[in-house]
C-alpha cells in the first residue's frame, strides 16, 4: 500500500511535494478478471470485455488490460491508468477476434509499471495464450526459479507471470493437461482467466480465496456467448445472465460454445476472503451464494446487537459502511442519516505541496454535513480500521462540525495480521489494531467509544443459510494456507 511519500529533495531546485494517499485507512483492492467467449466467431468480443473492466474499476486503478484472439493468433494493448484513459473506440477496434480477457490491476507482487500490467501473453510455436490473474501465489520465488533455471526468460517482476510461462511450457501435453499441471504447481489464491486461440479458461484456486463467476450471453443479436467475471456485477454489466460460482478447485473451458468442468483438486476447505463481503466487493455483486449488500446490512444489525450506543444518529462512512449504518439503525432504533460526504472524483493520490495543505487537504476525500450532526451524539460505522488515520480525521471533522459525541462502529473485527493471498496489507507494525488494544486506539482516535464487531458475528452476517467457511486470517492469523514466516 501507498502512503504518503515526499518527492524531491532539497538538492534539487523542484518544490518539496508530498504524495497524500487518502484511502491509505483501507486494505487495496486487488484485481479484476474478465473474459468472454462469443459463440459467433465473425464477432468481436473486445468492446464488450472493455465494459466488463469498468464495472470491475473498483477491484483495481492502476493498469488495465485487454488481449483478443482472432484464428489463433492473439492481440493485446495494456496501459498504465483507469479503463477509460488506457482504452479509446480506435484501440478496442484493432483488438479482433471472438473471445478476449481483460484484467484491472492494483499491485500486489511487483511494482507499478506496465512491465507487470495484464494480461500476460505468451507466443510460443504451438499456439499463444493470455492470462489474467487476481491473487498472490505463495511460491512464484521458487516456480520462477526453476523456470528461470530451464532457460525461460522473464518480462516482469509479477507473480503472475509464472503462470503464463507455466502453461506455455506444458502445452505439448495438450490444453487441459498443460493448464492441470500448472495449476497443481502454483500455491497460494487465484482467480485465473486464460485465453487461447479457440478457447476460454478459469480456474480459482483450492480454496476460493478469490471470487470467480460464470455468466450467459443470451443475447441474438451477439449470437449468444459466454462470460467469467471476479464479480458478478459485471455479468449484469454486459447484459448477462449470471449462471453460477466458479468451484474452488474447478477448471472450466469453453470451446465452440461448449463449457466443460475439470475438477483438478482434492477436496479441500473453502476459505472465500470474508473481506470482498466487508469492502472490496460491489454490493450489487453476489459472491458465492451471498449478497454483498445484504451481509453489509447484516452486519450493521449485528454491531447494533453487540455494541448498541444511545445516540440520535448513525452515518456510515462512505461506500461500504452506508448499508451497515442502515442495518445499525433498524436493529437499535436510532435515526439513520447521510452525515458523511465523499468525493467520488479524488483518485487515489493527490499531490500536496506542504505538511499543511495536506492537513487542509482532510476533508477533500470527505466532508461531514454540519447541519445534519450539529449537536447530535452521533455513531459512525466504518467497514474497517487499517491505519487509523481515516478515522481520526473524521472525528476531527464530526466534532468541529458540532457533533456532541462520537462513536465509531466497526462492520469488521481489529485487522491484526498481514493478508498473503492478493491484498495490500501494510507491514504489521502499520497495523493499528495490531498494536493498540481497542481502548487505546478509542484514545487515539478521540472517540468517545469504539467497537468492532466480533469474529463470531462477522460470519454470522455473511451466513446465507448454508455450511461455509471463510478467510479470516487478517483478523485471526489463522490462514488457510500455510504461509511462511507465519504460523498456519
Ligand atoms: S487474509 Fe484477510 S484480506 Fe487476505 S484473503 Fe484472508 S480475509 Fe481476505
Known sequence: MKSSTELGDSGDDKPRQIIYTPDEDKLSEECGVFGVFLNDPARDAASLAYYGLLSLQHRGQESAGLAAA??????????????????NTDTIAQLKGSSAVGHVRYSTTGSSCVENAQPFVSRFKLGSIAVAHNGTLTNADVVRELLEDAGIGFISSSDSEVIVNLIAKNYKKGLEKALTDTIKFI????????????????????????????????DQR????????SESCAIDAVGGEFVRDIEP??????????????????????????????YFARPDSIIDKVDVYGSRIRA??????????????????????????????????????????????????FIAPDQAAREKAVSVKHNVIHREVQGKRVVVI?????????????????????????????????VRFPCYFGIDTPHRKDLISNENSVTELCKSLGADSLAFISVAGLLESLDAGEEKSYCLGCFTGEYPIPVSGEEA
Do not use: Q
Open 70 to 87: 482472432r484464428d489463433g493468433t492473439i492481440e493485446c494493448r495494456k496501459g498504465m491508468g483507469l479503463v477509460g484513459d488506457v482504452f
Open 187 to 218: 500455491k497460494g489464491s487465484y482467480a485465473l482467466v486464460v485465453l487461447t486461440g479457440d478457447s476460454l479458461v478459469g480456474a480459482r484456486d483450492p480454496n476460493g480465496i478469490r471470487p470467480l463467476c460464470l455468466g450467459k450471453l443470451a
Open 222 to 229: 451477439s449470437g449468444g456467448g459466454w462470460i467469467l467475471a
Open 249 to 278: 478447485g474447478e477448471l472450466i473451458i469453453i470451446n465452440k460454445g461448449d463449457v466443460l468442468s475439470f475438477s483438478f483438486s482434492e477436496k479441500t476447505r473453502r476459505a472465500v476472503c470474508s473481506f470482498e463481503y466487508v
Open 300 to 349: 450493521g444489525e449485528i454491531l447494533g446487537r453487540e455494541s448498541a450506543v444511545v445516540a440520535d444518529l448513525v452515518v456510515g462512512v462512505p461506500d461500504s459502511g452506508v448499508p451497515a449504518a442502515i442495518g445499525y439503525g433498524r436493529a437499535t432504533g436510532t435515526l439513520f442519516g447521510l452525515g458523511i460526504v465523499k468525493s467520488k472524483y479524488v483518485g487515489r493520490t
Open 382 to 414: 466504518d467497514d474497517s480500521i487499517v491505519r487509523g488515520t481515516t478515522s481520526r480525521r473524521l472525528v476531527s471533522i464530526l466534532r468541529k462540525a458540532g457533533a456532541r459525541e462520537v462513536h465509531i462502529r466497526v462492520c469488521s473485527p481489529p
